[in-house]
């Protein structure tokens, strides 16, 4: 599976979006983009998951650059509750295994 | 909602003392995994079973076992915990191909004193 880079850290406002990058530029044709979260000792969490089109649900939107060598996360209006580590993960339709990189560790501020 | 229950959150063992950590999912999953995350080396895969009775070596299998007897339920068995096995355990599963999310459980966090 391709490997992701990720800012270690980031800060946000209450109630703004929280916009976090990944760069993947060695992706292949048949691996999708996931991301994770975890919250402190707690497993990680499904946000969402894309392969070529922007995708939307209920948590998050991901927007992939055309291409496809980086993403970005947004999280619409981040609250205290979305203060977590962010995996950016891409993984192989043949596969099942999840590799986990380092994360960016997001920061909600009141 | 879907669910992958780990049975004990904190543990304490002493070295050398045989340490079971159950997990269960109730999503009819036929893939089980086990990992353990430890302080800047992420999450590691120590084993995976893609079906009843068949397990397979993850990245760090050496000195764990597992156990698949039914297919909602996946065993993490430390023969002899030493001290290098104090982590946090995460279970996992998922189902077969494809690109089916993978789920995981709240973690255990084990301490060998």
């Known amino acids: 599976d391709a490997k992701t880079t990720q800012p270690p850290s980031m800060d946000c406002a209450e109630g703004r979006a929280a916009n976090l990058p990944c760069n993947h530029s060695?992706?292949?044709?048949?691996?999708?983009v996931y991301w994770y979260r975890q919250i402190h000792s707690q497993g990680p969490q499904y946000i969402i998951h894309?392969?070529?089109n922007n995708e939307t649900n209920e948590m998050a939107s991901l927007i992939i650059t055309e291409d496809r060598k980086s993403s970005t996360l947004i999280l619409p209006h981040a609250t205290l509750r979305d203060t977590a580590v962010y995996y950016c993960?891409?993984?192989?339709?043949?596969?099942?295994?999840?590799?986990f990189g380092g994360g960016t560790r997001l920061m909600v501020k009141p | 909602d879907v669910k992958v229950t780990q049975s004990s959150r904190y543990l304490v063992k002493r070295t050398g003392e045989k340490v079971f950590l159950e997990c269960v999912q109730d999503?009819?999953?036929?893939?089980m995994f086990w990992y353990r995350q430890d302080p800047g080396l992420g999450l590691r895969l120590i084993y995976f079973?893609?079906?009843?009775?068949?397990?397979e070596k993850g990245d760090i299998p050496e000195g764990y076992s597992v156990s698949r007897e039914k297919k909602e339920r996946f065993s993490l068995i430390l023969e002899s915990a030493s001290t290098n096995q104090t982590s946090m355990y995460l279970c996992?599963?998922?189902?077969?191909?494809?690109?089916?999310?993978?789920?995981f459980g709240e973690g255990s966090w084990l301490t060998v004193v």
């Open positions: 060695t992706i292949s044709g048949n691996e999708y």
């Open positions: 993960i891409v993984r192989a339709d043949a596969g099942n295994m999840l590799t």
């Open positions: 999503m009819d999953h036929e893939n």
């Open positions: 894309g392969l070529k």
């Open positions: 079973s893609y079906d009843v009775k068949m397990k």
């Open positions: 996992a599963s998922s189902s077969p191909g494809g690109l089916d999310t993978i789920y």
